[in-house]
């Protein structure tokens, strides 16, 4: 038996899938077009926070050079249409195979070290790749950008499918980023996520009963580096160019803050923290020029009263209100995380 | 033969092929570049007295607080568009070295109640937090000063013989500001009550709450230090950069770089490390450009950091 816990979380997420698949009909009833477009960057980026999550709330390593990878899924798809004059899926499996290269390779140096200084590292390691981009103009276009015309995705003789289209291209985009999310959901449940809870929760035990932690770390690194060049080839798809200033470490910044301001450590947090900042910015600065002052009130708003996210304050609540008289749910409480230390007001 | 031959022509002409006026046109070029190289490793060095007195303050609040202060830059961008605007009413330089350093000494005191405060001890929230800050001192400075860069003339404008160079008085002076700030924090740190104090909250605190020392009021105290030294450091790097709502976001990664090489928490190395980054960068500036200076000090970053991650200067470590 189900508790009423989850039956109202099941419900909210159903809700929550029918209203991303009827965003293409519902949003221009009462809004115009541009609101379906800001619903897939809400989607791509909310993939690039579900990467700092994956990294900080499930394995307790804070990334702030994930915008390396974005900049390279860009990157690996606009170069690969451009330059080599690839096909939709060629070029889509060139920035997957791009990402998942280089994370390996950074993650062999980048996760020897943990915490802060596994902070600095990967800010120093994406900031190298930034400068490289912004100087390598010929390959990059520096931080003009270079752009690229979209070619078909499926083409049988007349008919062709292209993400030219609105509709397809959203629909392409919840696609994607709803696999990325199923699938990072699934690997959370598999042993390898149990693993790597482990290894967030106390490192020295989780080595100490035979867990490779290194080879954990890494393999979240690899999948997380997936993750977000995945978010960045759609970004790319979705603005049709690359540019090198969206490697600058502030975009790593602004993922690690919607994670935190959803709620690290839960699957949906990435995107209620990603949706709630981005609606906000969009919706203000049509009424005021420096929107962005009221949204960085909010964001310290948001973390001095809900220092667990907004996901983590709404699953608080929920179990204050109906979660007491629930007898399926675990009696024992579960051993405060790394992330949950680092986000308790300790003393 | 004719091998013999053309050896001998070769080394005559050897002989008469580097002329006396030709080799003084090589030596002085060399002095031009050896020249250059100089200038711009003192420029380097001043520029990181400069990222000391910031990366300083950046330490002392991480240290202390344990805050990652992602709006330090900012700060540090506060104090010279304060230069700007007092400059510009008052015409008094001098009048802005004085007091923008107390504005940032009030306004860090402000903060930390409003914001630090509540989110006390929690690293990863007080990224958050100062990443909002960050935000609204960007776009506050943008709503009220402007978005076009602006310019300060340096307030003495004369040069100096430094060796072989003609060199700015103001940088030099400039590094000796940043010079006295460094030396009187420091000896504020270890000769008074207070910098006592900071120190043993620093090391223990749960032992210095419990032998009476005031340990909110430490915490207030310390992050207004340290937005202090930012924004005395703007007010220092003002007539040398652009005054520009969008220079903290530049010098932030270079200030935690400094902190991470000197070691974490350990206040003198911050201070060797800026100036030693400076310095580097600034040689290498000689020879290609910038950004590449910069790609070569990130990489020395990041093998310092895979080598030695506890930072370069332990024994400087108290």
């Given at each position: ?30 809004a115009?077009?541009f609101w ?45 249409v451009a ?24 993650g ?5 070290l ?23 103009k ?10 690229f ?5 499926l ?16 629909f ?48 979240a690194f690899?999948?997380?580096g ?48 990603t ?6 910015r ?14 960085g ?47 308790s007001?300790?003393? | 033969?004719v ?18 006026v ?11 570049v ?27 609040i ?7 202060n ?5 700060f ?45 001890n ?16 960007q ?29 700015d ?14 030396a009187s924090?420091f000896?504020f ?35 207004a230090?340290g ?14 950069t ?6 903290g ?36 500036t ?9 790609i ?23």
């Amino acid at each position: 038996m189900t508790s009423r816990v989850d039956r109202i979380n099941r419900g909210l997420a159903i809700a929550l899938g029918l209203f991303f698949v009827a965003v293409p009909w519902l949003l221009p009833l009462f809004a115009s077009n541009f609101w379906v477009n800001v619903t897939a960057e809400i989607l791509i980026w909310s993939l690039l926070a579900a990467s700092v999550n994956l990294l900080f709330g499930y394995v307790g390593l804070l990334s702030f050079g994930q915008a390396l990878f974005f900049g390279l899924g860009m990157y690996g798809v606009t170069i690969g249409v451009a330059k080599f004059g690839l096909g939709f899926w060629p070029a889509f499996g060139l920035e997957i195979g791009v990402s998942v290269l280089m994370s390996f390779v950074i993650g062999i140096f980048a996760v020897r070290l943990t915490w802060h200084y596994f902070a600095i590292i990967t800010v120093v390691f994406s900031q190298i790749f930034y400068f490289l981009a912004l100087t390598w103009k010929s390959v990059t276009g520096g931080d003009d950008g270079m752009s690229f015309s979209m070619p078909p995705m499926l083409s049988v003789g007349e008919f062709e499918i292209s993400l030219t289209d609105q509709t397809y291209q959203y629909f392409f985009i919840l696609v994607v980023v709803a696999l990325s999310f199923y699938l990072k959901y699934r690997l959370l449940q598999s042993p390898l996520g149990k693993a790597l809870i482990a290894v967030r929760e106390n490192d020295a035990r989780a080595e100490l009963i035979g867990l490779n932690v290194y080879g954990l770390r890494l393999t979240a690194f690899v999948i997380a580096g997936f993750l977000t060049g995945t978010a960045g080839a759609l970004f790319a798809f979705l603005g049709r160019y690359a540019s090198a200033s969206y490697m600058f470490y502030q975009v790593s910044g602004e993922g690690v803050v919607w994670t935190i301001i959803g709620g690290a450590g839960t699957l949906l947090g990435p995107v209620v923290g990603t949706g709630l900042l981005i609606i906000l910015r969009e919706e203000l600065s049509t009424y005021w020029e420096y929107s962005l002052i009221p949204v960085g009130v909010i964001v310290i708003l948001a973390v001095i009263f809900a220092p667990k996210g907004i996901v983590g304050l709404y699953n608080d609540l929920l179990e204050r209100w109906f979660g007491a008289d629930d007898e399926s749910r675990p009696v024992s409480r579960p051993q405060p995380s790394e992330p949950a230390r680092l986000l308790s007001r300790g003393e | 033969m004719v091998a013999e031959y053309s050896d001998s022509r070769l080394r005559k002409s050897g002989d008469r092929g580097v002329s006396e006026v030709e080799k003084k046109i090589i030596q002085g070029g060399l002095r031009v570049v050896s020249n250059l190289v100089f200038a711009l490793a003192v420029n380097g060095i001043v520029w990181g007295l400069i990222v000391a007195l910031i990366a300083l303050g950046l330490s002392v609040i991480f240290g202390l607080l344990d805050i990652i202060n992602i709006a330090h830059g900012d700060f540090f961008m506060v104090g010279t568009v304060l230069a700007w605007v007092i400059f510009e009413a008052t015409g008094n330089f001098w009048l802005a070295l004085l007091i923008v350093p107390l504005i940032g000494l009030v306004l860090g005191g402000v903060v930390e109640r409003l914001v630090i405060h509540p989110i006390k001890n929690a690293a990863a929230l007080s990224i958050v937090a100062t990443f909002g800050l960050s935000i609204i001192l960007q776009e506050g400075v943008r709503a009220t000063f402007g978005a076009a860069p602006k310019r300060i003339l340096p307030p003495i404008q004369g040069t100096v013989e430094l060796f072989d160079i003609e060199y700015d008085q103001y940088r030099l002076l400039a590094a000796a500001i940043s010079v006295v700030a460094i030396a009187s924090f420091f000896l504020f740190l270890h000769r008074t009550k207070f910098g006592t104090w900071m120190r043993a909250v620093r090391q223990d605190r749960e032992s210095a709450i419990t032998m009476g020392i005031p340990a909110q009021r430490v915490f207030t105290l310390t992050f207004a230090l340290g937005t202090a030294l930012a924004t005395l450091g703007g007010v220092v790097a003002a007539p040398i950069t652009t005054v520009d709502f969008r220079t903290g976001v530049d010098i932030l990664p270079f200030s935690f770089m400094a902190v991470i090489i000197g070691g974490l928490g350990n206040l003198p190395g911050t201070a060797a490390a800026a100036v030693l980054l400076a310095f580097l960068e600034g040689i290498i500036t000689g020879f290609t450009d910038p950004t590449v200076a910069r790609i070569a000090s990130l990489c020395l970053m990041s093998a310092v950091l895979m080598v030695r991650s506890q930072g370069l200067f332990t024994g400087l470590a108290k």
